[in-house]
T-cell receptor
Framework: AQTVTQSQPEMSVQEAETVTLSCTYD???????LFWYKQPPSRQMILVIR??????QNATENRFSVNFQKAAKSFSLKISDSQLGDTAMYFC?????????????FGTGTKLQVIP | ETGVTQTPRHLVMGMTNKKSLKCEQH?????MYWYKQSAKKPLELMFV???????ENNSVPSRFSPECPNSSHLFLHLHTLQPEDSALYLC????????????FGPGTRLTVT
């Protein structure tokens, strides 16, 4: 079974600074995808960034980037130039094809507070 | 409408009531999911439908009954719930055969009194 661990329940960062959220996972699969989702307070959960396991290059989306270490099974999210709108719960997630459909496993989330 | 919609957004029900949550996706996806999100607990996968067939039932009590009449619609029928069932219920959809990226609805905030 796959597991996803986020060891930081809560974090805070000053506006305009950089913060890194940690995520580790465990799997015996070789082909899979990793995601970071963002859930702002009382708002819809949305995808922040996606990483294909077969790609060595780290994914980047504007101010968001990941550090994907496949051998270490680590998938951290770096947010640069933090903005107040980045305040949210961040969930790390893993998906692979299992039993004929894609099974998704989520971490417990990290609550990020951006301080003005 | 676009994306994934859920109705109602808020629901208060007594333990003896019967109600249904509705989810609709306008993305042409072929898989739909129900999740339960409680305070200070991980996101719990409840049910998965792939190509309108239920492929996962994650040990959910029988007082929760899902229905997927077609690939765009998903229901969660509720009856004789308990106060501990109060939570945010999220619906999501994805396209099988791709990365499995999930698109979430806004959720239904359920309170059982």
């Amino acid at each position: 079974a796959q597991t996803v661990t986020q060891s930081q329940p809560e974090m805070s960062v000053q506006e305009a600074e950089t913060v890194t959220l940690s995520c580790t996972y465990d799997t015996s699969e070789n082909n899979y995808y990793l995601f970071w989702y963002k859930q702002p307070p009382s708002r819809q959960m949305i995808l922040v960034i996606r990483q294909e396991a077969y790609k060595q290059q780290n994914a980047t989306e504007n101010r968001f980037s990941v550090n994907f270490q496949k051998a270490a099974k680590s998938f951290s999210l770096k947010i640069s130039d933090s903005q107040l709108g980045d305040t949210a719960m961040y969930f790390c997630a893993f998906t692979s094809l299992s039993g004929g459909y894609q099974k998704v496993t989520f971490g417990t989330g990290t609550k990020l507070q951006v301080i003005p | 409408e676009t994306g994934v919609t859920q109705t109602p957004r808020h629901l208060v029900m007594g333990m003896t009531n019967k109600k249904s949550l509705k989810c609709e996706q306008h993305l042409g996806h072929n898989a739909m999911y129900w999740y339960k999100q409680s305070a200070k607990k991980p996101l719990e996968l409840m049910f998965v439908y792939s190509l309108e067939e239920r492929v996962e039932n994650n040990s959910v009590p029988s007082r929760f009954s899902p229905e997927c009449p077609n690939s765009s619609h998903l229901f969660l029928h509720l009856h004789t719930l308990q106060p501990e069932d109060s939570a945010l219920y999220l619906c999501a959809s994805s396209q099988e055969g791709t990365s499995g990226e999930q698109y979430f609805g806004p959720g239904t905030r359920l309170t059982v009194t």
